[in-house]
C-alpha cells in the first residue's frame, strides 16, 4: 500500500510517500520538508513527493493526516486537502496524533527511555504527553492532556527530558523536534480507517467557545 501522507501541525510541513509492505515493513519513497506557511503550497508539494516517488496520483492507496495537537490553520488544510482528494477518488484517510509521532521520531533516533512531549497550547498552557521509548517501541504513559507552564517548568528542573518543535522558547534544557510525515505515515500502515472522513476533526483538548453576535441595532432616520 502506498501512502501519502501529510504533516502540517507545526512550523516545519512535510508531505511524503511511504510504501507499506506485509512483510517487509515500510519503505520511505519520498519526502518534502518545508517552513513557514506550507500549507499554501500543498498542491506543488504534493506533485513534488508523487514525480519523485514515480508514483501516478491514482497510485496513492491511502492518505495520513497528523491531527496536532498543534497549528490548528495547518490541521485544518491537511484535513481539507485529504478530504478533498477522498471525495475524487474514494481513498481511505488515517488520523495520527502528532504528539504519538514525535514520540516515534524520538524512538527512531536511537533514543530510549522516558519523554514528554509538550507543544504549545496557547493562553499560558501546554499539551502535554508521555511516553516510553525502548528498543521494543513507544508506550503510553501519560495521556495527551494540557498542561500549566509551572508544571513543565517543574519537570524541566527535575531533568525530565522535554521534546518538541518550538520547546526551547519556554524550556531550554528542551529538544527541538518536529513531527515528520515519512514517520507519520508509517505510523498509519499498521492501522485502518475507522468511521467517515467527515468525522476526522484536530486534536484539540478545550471546548470549542463562541460569543454570539448582538442583534443589529435599528437604524435612526
Given at each position: 500500500?502506498?501512502?501519502?501522507?501529510?504533516?502540517?501541525?507545526?512550523?516545519?510541513?512535510?508531505?511524503?510517500?511511504?510504501?507499506?509492505?506485509?512483510?517487509?515493513?515500510?519503505?520511505?519513497?519520498s519526502?518534502?520538508?518545508?517552513?513557514?506557511?506550507?500549507?499554501?503550497?500543498?498542491?506543488?508539494?504534493?506533485?513534488?513527493?508523487?514525480?519523485?516517488?514515480?508514483?501516478?496520483?491514482?497510485?496513492?492507496?491511502?492518505?495520513?493526516?497528523?491531527?496536532?495537537?498543534?497549528?490548528?490553520?495547518?490541521?485544518?488544510?491537511?484535513?481539507?486537502?485529504?478530504?478533498?482528494?477522498?471525495?475524487a477518488?474514494?481513498?481511505?484517510?488515517?488520523?495520527v496524533?502528532?504528539?504519538?509521532?514525535?514520540?516515534?521520531?524520538?524512538?527512531?533516533?536511537?533514543?530510549t527511555?522516558?519523554?514528554?512531549?509538550?507543544?504549545?497550547?496557547?493562553?499560558?498552557?501546554?499539551?502535554?504527553?508521555?511516553?516510553?521509548?525502548?528498543?521494543?517501541?513507544?508506550?503510553?504513559?501519560?495521556?495527551?492532556?494540557?498542561?500549566?507552564?509551572?508544571?513543565?517548568?517543574?519537570?524541566?528542573?527535575?531533568?525530565?527530558?522535554?521534546?518538541?518543535?518550538?520547546?526551547?522558547?519556554?524550556?531550554?534544557?528542551?529538544?527541538?523536534?518536529?513531527?515528520?510525515a515519512?514517520?507519520?505515515?508509517?505510523?498509519?500502515?499498521?492501522?485502518?480507517?475507522?468511521?467517515?472522513?467527515?468525522?476526522?476533526?484536530?486534536?484539540?483538548?478545550?471546548?470549542?467557545?463562541?460569543?454570539?453576535?448582538?442583534?443589529?441595532?435599528?437604524?435612526?432616520?
Open positions: 500500500m502506498k501512502i501519502l501522507a501529510l504533516e502540517f501541525s507545526s512550523s516545519q510541513r512535510s508531505i511524503a510517500i511511504v510504501e507499506a509492505a506485509d512483510a517487509s515493513g515500510t519503505q520511505v519513497m519526502e518534502v520538508i518545508e517552513t513557514g506557511d506550507a500549507a499554501t503550497r500543498a498542491i506543488e508539494s504534493v506533485q513534488t513527493v508523487l514525480r519523485e516517488a514515480k508514483l501516478p496520483r491514482d497510485g496513492v492507496e491511502a492518505i495520513a493526516v497528523g491531527l496536532g495537537p498543534g497549528s490548528y490553520t495547518g490541521v485544518r488544510a491537511a484535513l481539507s486537502f485529504a478530504q478533498g482528494w477522498h471525495l477518488r474514494g481513498v481511505p484517510v488515517l488520523g496524533s502528532s504528539a504519538e509521532c514525535l514520540a516515534w521520531e524520538a524512538r527512531d533516533r536511537t533514543e527511555g522516558r519523554v514528554h512531549v509538550v507543544l504549545d497550547a496557547l493562553r499560558g498552557e501546554f499539551y502535554h504527553a508521555t511516553y516510553e521509548l525502548s528498543p521494543d517501541g513507544v508506550r503510553e504513559i501519560e495521556p495527551l492532556r494540557l498542561a500549566a507552564l509551572e508544571e513543565i517548568r517543574r519537570r524541566e528542573k527535575a531533568g525530565e527530558r522535554l521534546i518538541g518543535p518550538d520547546i526551547r522558547r519556554w524550556f531550554p534544557a528542551g529538544e527541538i523536534l518536529f513531527p515528520r515519512a514517520v507519520l505515515g508509517r505510523l498509519a500502515a499498521g492501522r485502518s480507517a475507522a468511521g467517515s472522513v467527515s468525522n476526522l476533526q484536530p486534536l484539540y483538548l478545550r471546548e470549542t467557545a463562541y460569543r454570539k453576535a448582538a442583534p443589529a441595532r435599528p437604524e435612526i432616520s
